[in-house]
């Protein structure tokens, strides 16, 4: 079945250093999704992407997808203590899909 | 108004008690589900349900039932909890079946003792 491959596992940086976390399928995606969650919080949608070498930002984060539609990763630049938590991406297969990578969590030290 | 509310937020229950976690949302959508949350973080589907109807049932021990009265309600029933069943739940919407967008509600920490 289709999987998406997440890495790294756990990213622990410097506050104002540079973050990327970085999702692989096996499979061409339909659209890929990136969620946040807080520690002690549930998963909240942060932006999709369907096309193929999209790029997208919002404020301090870059999202992008490959041109062949099978990876993506999410930068944020000069981290902050509030990016803290978990980023998951969630790929689209052409008949839907709802598997999730397996996080990236993010801890920023002050 | 909270637009995923799911029911209780902490649950702690002995081994073999029979258990039901509610699940509502406000945001007129047709989709539902349900995800299971290890101690890894690692997020698995379990169910899916379109207007009323699954559409998606991973493989998850039958002791887990969902249930469905309406599209702005999906419960979880679980007979027989054991220990491995402890995680975070968490109840899920989107507008439609196919690549939407997720609205998760706070979830609800199952302990098994």
């Known amino acids: 079945g289709q999987q998406v491959m997440q890495i790294p596992q756990y990213q622990h940086v410097q506050e104002g250093e540079d973050f990327t976390t970085y999702c692989n399928s096996s499979?061409?995606?339909?659209?890929i999704q990136w969620y946040k969650q807080r520690p002690g919080g549930h998963p909240v949608f942060l932006i999709q992407l369907v096309k193929s070498g999209e790029v997208k930002k919002q404020k301090r984060l870059t999202f992008q997808f490959g041109e062949a539609k099978k990876n993506s990763s999410l930068h944020i630049t000069a981290t902050q203590t509030t990016d803290v938590g978990t980023y998951f991406c969630?790929?689209?297969?052409?008949?839907?899909?709802?598997?999730f990578g397996k996080g990236t969590k993010l801890s920023v030290k002050p | 108004d909270t637009a995923v509310s799911q029911t209780p937020k902490y649950l702690v229950t002995q081994m073999g008690n029979d258990k039901s976690i509610k699940c509502e949302q406000n945001l007129g959508h047709d989709t539902m589900y349900w995800y299971k949350q290890d101690s890894k973080k690692f997020l698995k589907i379990m169910f899916s349900y379109n207007n009323k109807e699954l559409i998606i049932n991973e493989t998850v021990p039958n002791r887990f039932s969902p249930k469905s009265p309406d599209k702005a309600h999906l419960n979880l029933h679980i007979n027989s909890l054991e220990l491995g069943d402890s995680a975070v739940y968490f109840c899920?919407?989107?507008?439609?079946?196919?690549?939407?967008?997720?609205?998760f509600g706070s979830g609800t920490q199952l302990s098994v003792l």
């Open positions: 499979t061409t995606l339909s659209n």
């Open positions: 969630k790929g689209g297969g052409s008949q839907g899909n709802l598997i």
């Open positions: 899920a919407s989107s507008p439609g079946a196919t690549n939407e967008k997720l609205f």
